[in-house]
């Protein structure tokens, strides 16, 4: 059975400091494909990143990296010099190539309030 | 940048009414789904579609759901008689024609359903 888990709830943090947002995931497909999307106040899924099961190369864009691991299942995700604005839900989510079209597997979230 | 579209952003409406939810998807892509989101829980994958009929859907969507294409730029999501239960963020979304499982889905802002 396809399961995400993020275990962390809610993670307080102060404007500057990094933050790690864990996500973990099963599957018994050998092709799939991972992603983190934001969930802003303001409502709306923005993405963030895809990842397919073959590329274990971590992945750096500003100062959001994410760090995919296989040998453990992870897919986790770390904020450096985190902001204010990073402030949102963060969702993992996990596809599987044999699954249904567009039929995501979402964790359910970790809530992040980035304080001044 | 392109996005995708949903109105009204809340609607309340009374139990056993039914209810419409409107998305404009982005206008060249080819798949559109729609997910909910109960309050507090993890967001939950209904319905994909494409080329004007379900591709696939999850055991939520049942018979009182039903999703159309109406024209060439509207996707709706109706309700036929809604349920206290209904009362839930609903996000449409949409893709490009891409691989099974790879696809990136861009959501709208929501819709928040609450049904008294």
């Known amino acids: 059975a396809q399961k995400v888990t993020q275990a962390q709830t809610e993670i307080s943090v102060v404007e500057k400091e990094d933050v790690t947002l864990d996500c973990v995931y099963e599957t018994r497909d050998t092709t799939y494909y991972l992603f983190w999307y934001k969930q802003p106040p303001s409502g709306e899924l923005v993405f963030l990143i895809r990842?397919?099961?073959?590329?274990?190369q971590n992945e750096i864009s500003g100062r959001y990296s994410w760090n995919f691991q296989k040998s453990t299942s992870s897919f986790n995700f770390t904020i450096t010099a985190s902001q204010v604005v990073d402030s949102a839900v963060y969702f993992c989510?996990?596809?599987?190539?044999?699954?249904?079209?567009?039929?995501?597997?979402f964790g359910k979230g970790t809530k992040l309030s980035v304080k001044p | 940048e392109p996005e995708v579209t949903q109105t009204p952003s809340h609607q309340v409406t009374q139990m056993g009414q039914e209810v419409i939810l409107r998305c404009v998807p982005i206008?060249?892509?080819?798949?559109f789904y729609w997910y909910r989101q109960i309050l507090g829980q993890k967001v939950e994958f209904l319905v994909s579609?494409?080329?004007?009929?379900?591709?696939?859907k999850s055991e939520i969507f049942d018979d009182q759901f039903s999703v159309e294409r109406p024209d060439g730029s509207n996707f709706t999501l109706k309700i036929r008689s809604t349920k206290l239960e209904d009362s839930a963020m609903y996000f449409c979304?949409?893709?490009?024609?891409?691989?099974?499982?790879?696809?990136?889905?861009?959501f709208g802002s929501g819709t928040q359903l609450s049904v008294l």
């Open positions: 206008s060249n892509h080819l798949y």
């Open positions: 979304a949409s893709s490009e024609a891409r691989s099974q499982g790879e696809e990136k889905l861009f």
């Open positions: 579609f494409y080329n004007n009929e379900i591709s696939e």
């Open positions: 989510a996990l596809s599987e190539r044999g699954g249904s079209q567009g039929n995501l597997i």
């Open positions: 990842r397919n099961s073959f590329d274990e």
